[in-house]
């Protein structure tokens, strides 16, 4: 089992930056491919970005790339978010994972571990 709890979100307007951070527990971190996801109201949870057990590869979704950055201290069991140029469109519960599979990152299916999501508001 691995527990994961995220922090670091928040209420913010437009063109702000937040990092969201991913505290892990209960196994070997470095194990598992991470990543991070998000759910707006009435919409389906979508990828947002993830890297690899190394942190040798990271992906991002196309909504995001350029402003949000994916990086993991594997000596810390934490994986982070940094997103830059935040939009009202970025407003949603963002939940990170943890697979021990690198089939593929972007697939919410190929997680195994959820934390609970924290909440991410952007302001016009």
């Known amino acids: 089992q691995v527990q994961l709890v995220e922090s670091g979100g928040g209420l913010v307007q437009a063109g702000d930056s937040l990092r969201l951070s991913c505290a892990a527990s209960g196994r070997t971190f470095s194990n598992y491919v991470m990543g991070w996801f998000r759910q707006a109201p009435g919409k389906e949870r979508e990828f947002v970005a993830a890297?690899?057990?190394?942190?040798?590869?990271?992906y991002y979704a196309d909504s995001v790339k350029g402003r949000f950055t994916i990086s993991r201290d594997n000596a810390k069991n934490t994986v982070y978010l940094q997103m830059n140029s935040l939009k009202p469109a970025d407003t949603a519960v963002y939940s990170c994972?943890?697979?021990?599979?690198?089939?593929?990152?972007?697939?919410?299916?190929?997680?195994?571990?959820w934390g609970q999501g924290t909440q991410v508001t952007v302001s016009s």
């Open positions: 994972a943890a697979t021990y599979r690198e089939i593929n990152p972007m697939g919410a299916p190929w997680y195994d571990y």
């Open positions: 890297m690899t057990r190394s942190g040798g590869s990271t």
